[in-house]
């Protein structure tokens, strides 16, 4: 199993330009998350998703869209890129609900909006 | 505001010693805390998780202790090395567990010198 693999894992963008993050997970999980760590700062939550086609945001919402149209793919989406969004992009995935709290993270997408 | 705090200060240890890292909370009883490890430039890694009725948990050289009086837990390493050397994180669920979304704290730096 490859677990949660993001791609692409660097990206320097223009402001005003968009792009979408990768997330896929090969380990049959209903709940995937995005976060951004900022340096020095713990991961805040963008959105999240409990099964495919349901989305809902996090702490962070602002500027990011996403889907789920399947289970194992959770993009994350950024329209109009702003400096604001220069950080590192986690995704996560968990088995969910009382059965494994345990989240799975990918390597991170470094994002640099310039 | 419900927070979860870390010592943001790095922790320095000589090899071979127990490194003891703190993660606070206030304002909420978390029912759950998790543990993760982070390396440079990589996603984090779970640990450990532990639950408000048990006081202590460990796995290999790792021990992990649940204070609800103190509203603190406590990340030990014992007979540590330097490949321990990393970013740790606590985390605390966030809302319902069954929607499995996190709240981390900004995560304690050790530095295992040999």
């Known amino acids: 199993n490859a677990g949660v693999t993001q791609t692409p894992k660097f990206r320097i963008l223009k402001i005003g330009q968009s792009m979408t993050l990768q997330c896929a997970q090969d380990?049959?999980?209903?709940?995937m998350y995005w976060y951004r760590q900022d340096p020095g700062m713990g991961l805040k939550l963008i959105y999240y998703s409990v099964g495919a086609g349901i989305t809902d945001k996090g702490e962070v919402p602002n500027g990011y869209n996403v889907s789920r149209s399947t289970t194992e793919d959770f993009p994350l989406r950024l329209e109009l890129a702003a400096p604001s969004q220069t950080s590192v992009y986690f995704c996560?995935?968990?088995?969910?609900?009382?059965?494994?709290?345990?989240?799975?993270f990918g390597q991170g997408t470094r994002l640099t909006v310039v | 505001s419900q927070k979860i705090e870390q010592n943001s200060e790095a922790l320095n240890i000589q090899e071979g010693k127990t490194a003891t890292l703190t993660c606070n909370y206030t304002n909420y009883s978390p029912a759950y805390l998790q543990w993760y490890r982070q390396d440079p430039g990589r996603g984090p890694v779970f640990l450990l998780l532990?639950?408000?009725?048990?006081k202590e948990k460990r796995k290999e050289r790792l021990k992990v202790t649940f204070d609800t009086t103190l509203k603190q837990s406590l990340f030990h390493i014992t007979a540590s090395q330097p490949a321990d050397s990393a970013t740790y994180l606590c985390?605390?669920?966030?809302?319902?567990?069954?929607?499995?979304?996190?709240?981390f704290g900004q995560g304690t730096t050790l530095q295992v010198k040999p």
């Open positions: 380990m049959n999980h209903n709940y």
């Open positions: 985390a605390r669920i966030n809302g319902s567990s069954n929607t499995g979304k996190l709240i």
């Open positions: 532990i639950r408000e009725n048990e």
């Open positions: 996560a995935s968990t088995l969910g609900g009382q059965i494994s709290l345990e989240a799975f």
